[in-house]
T-cell receptor, first 111, second 113 residues
Framework: QQQVKQSPQSLIVQKGGIPIINCAYE??????FPWYQQFPGKGPALLIA?????SEKKEGRFTISFNKSAKQFSLHIMDSQPGDSATYFC??????????FGTGTSLTVIP | NAGVTQTPKFQVLKTGQSMTLQCAQD?????MYWYRQDPGMGLRLIYY?????TTDKGEVPNGYNVSRLNKREFSLRLESAAPSQTSVYFC????WGRGYGYTFGSGTRLTVV
């Protein structure tokens, strides 16, 4: 049973577009929601994170939108660049420090 | 550079062989984790160690054992490798309970034939 459901599986956008990746969860005990970025051959790296008492967080071109009542959160990448092409994972934190990950979204930004 | 170091980076095993994946971190983190990454499955937790001297099972522990050797090192052992264990394995570390994100190693790509 997938604790965190992520969509879409893959995404192709033109340079300058705004890709949006969505995640949904059921367990209301989750209390921290990070996004990770992974380049081929590398480990995932923390990109941005949000807590459920905040509805939006921005860091540079990356924005998390959080809807607590719907149990959904999403990642928006403003003015996307070819260098943003990577796999993105959402995650949710449970019981102190055990994370559950989404299945990943492969993003391709076309020049 | 500070971070999480995994060895080896690549490994091919025959079914039934054993091996140990090594992981070390130099950030003085209390907690360490082993994940496997498979296409379409995301990252799944195998085992974790909340602090030195403790280990616990994650989502997919069958076929694996772990050892928290000291605060820095956390190893993953496959006693009798199976083709289903073909995967990319990631070690990670963090501060327990702080809600901070993980720092991941660069991974070990394991193929069992």
């Amino acid at each position: 049973q997938q604790q965190v459901k992520q969509s879409p599986q893959s995404l192709i956008v033109q340079k300058g577009g705004i890709p949006i990746i969505n995640c949904a969860y059921e367990n209301t005990a989750f209390d921290y929601f990070p996004w990770y970025q992974q380049f081929p051959g590398k480990g995932p790296a923390l990109l941005i994170a949000i807590r459920p008492d905040v509805s939006e967080k921005k860091e540079g071109r990356f924005t998390i939108s959080f809807n607590k009542s719907a149990k959904q959160f999403s990642l928006h990448i403003m003015d996307s660049q070819p260098g943003d092409s990577a796999t993105y994972f959402c995650a949710a934190l449970y019981t102190g420090n055990q994370f559950y990950f989404g299945t990943g979204t492969s993003l391709t930004v076309i020049p | 550079n500070a971070g999480v170091t995994q060895t080896p980076k690549f490994q091919v095993l025959k079914t039934g062989q054993s091996m140990t994946l090594q992981c070390a971190q130099d950030m003085n983190h209390n907690s360490m984790y082993w994940y496997r990454q498979d296409p379409g499955m995301g990252l799944r937790l195998i085992y974790y160690s909340a602090s030195e001297g403790t280990t616990d099972k994650g989502e997919v522990p069958n076929g694996y054992n772990v050892s928290r050797l000291n605060k820095r090192e956390f190893s993953l052992r496959l006693e009798s490798a199976a083709p289903s264990q073909t995967s990319v394995y990631f070690c990670a570390s963090s501060e327990w309970g702080r809600g901070y994100g993980y720092t991941f190693g660069s991974g070990t790509r394991l193929t069992v034939v």
